[in-house]
């Protein structure tokens, strides 16, 4: 028997280990159904829609449902036990910018992670749904104005959202080390930002920074310095990260440094090099960006400073930060069009 279906076959016999697994977050299988509906593919798992009934006689709810690919490797499996166990870390106590973890059962012979489904998708898909072409412009390339279904104080709120979330995960002396758009998901209630993905998560309770020591793919684009030469992850790190974050959320998910090649991003980052300030972003949130993306890792803003500075913001009505000139969306089939984006970024390299 192959170590993965013998890590597999543990999982689902043993009744010690799957209870030490779940620690009271086990839910009863039959009162989950998994639809046909895929949500996501990442590099182990399937996401797709499901429907769960918490107490019976209620009407069930829907839900995502993470799973395993057919035919996983024991790393596969490793990968994915590493993220249920960071679930359950996060939702300790539940944070309303944070994905909220329900439980996980056995089902069908494989292991399924069920979270809240989140209606509107992932952060960089959402806004660039909301970018909006002006059919006036003699423009022939990219949208000239930028013009969204969104107003600026819209897109602030989601960056005050992201940080608080990053605030209690790095009070828990976690750190992610994917902070990226893709891995933002957006509610239905008031656009409400949560973190999800913990699949690069890492605890650095006993050690303040965490060491790569494999070959994983990953997000160049969005690592710091540090990161990128040395291999080295700290909450310092994540604020780097949260930088290009807040550069995706003001150009309405434009993908960062899109005219160079992620093997050229260590020695342009090396060389100074940083991303450079969009026409509609003020020099308030520019210098946030600016400041997480310092050299010196304790010059860089903690996540509850980003979130005061954010947050003071948003409460400052009378300024725009975000430049956004806002189309409703029933003005859209007269006026405008949405922008459909094409061009998908290499956003992980082995380094």
Not at 259 to 284: A, T, W
Not at 287 to 307: A, G, H, Y
Request: proline share 4%; net charge negative.
């Amino acid at each position: 028997m192959a170590n993965n279906e013998a890590s597999l076959v543990e999982l689902q016999s043993e009744e010690l280990t799957y209870v030490r697994l779940l620690n009271n977050w086990e839910i009863p299988p039959n009162r989950l159904k998994v639809l046909d509906d895929i949500l996501g593919i990442g590099k182990f798992g399937i996401v797709k829609k499901g429907l769960y009934t918490a107490f019976l006689g209620e009407e069930p709810v829907q839900v995502a449902v993470k799973m395993l690919k057919n035919n996983p490797t024991e790393s596969d499996v490793s990968d994915f036990l590493d993220e249920l166990e960071m679930l359950k870390k996060t939702n300790k106590e539940p944070h309303p910018n944070v994905i909220r973890f329900i439980g996980a059962c056995i089902l069908e012979e494989k292991l399924m992670v069920v979270t809240e489904y989140c209606f509107c998708g992932n952060l960089q898909s959402f806004l660039k749904k909301r970018r909006v072409i002006d059919n006036s412009s003699t423009s022939d390339s990219k949208y000239v104005k930028t013009t969204s279904t969104l107003d600026g104080r819209q897109l602030l709120k989601i960056g005050v959202d992201v940080a608080s979330g990053m605030v209690h995960l790095s009070d828990l002396k976690l750190v992610h080390r994917d902070l990226a758009a893709r891995n933002i998901l957006i509610s239905r209630d008031d656009n409400v930002a949560k973190i999800t993905d913990f699949g690069l998560t890492r605890d650095i309770a006993n050690t303040e920074e965490y060491m790569r020591t494999n070959q994983d793919l990953l997000p160049v684009k969005w690592m710091a310095l540090e990161s990128l030469l040395y291999g080295r992850f700290t909450t310092a790190s994540d604020v780097w990260s949260f930088g290009v974050l807040l550069y995706e959320i003001v150009t309405l998910g434009e993908i960062p440094y899109k005219h160079l090649s992620p093997f050229v991003i260590v020695s342009y980052i090396s060389s100074g090099g940083r991303l450079q300030k969009p026409p509609n972003c003020s020099n308030e949130i520019y210098k946030i960006m600016m400041n997480c993306w310092d050299v010196d890792e304790k010059k860089r803003p903690s996540f509850f400073q980003l979130r005061k500075d954010l947050h003071d913001m948003l409460m400052h009505d009378q300024k725009s930060y975000i430049n956004v000139q806002q189309v409703k969306e029933e003005e859209l089939r007269t006026t405008t069009t949405p922008c459909h984006v094409t061009v998908e970024d290499e956003a992980a390299i082995k380094l």
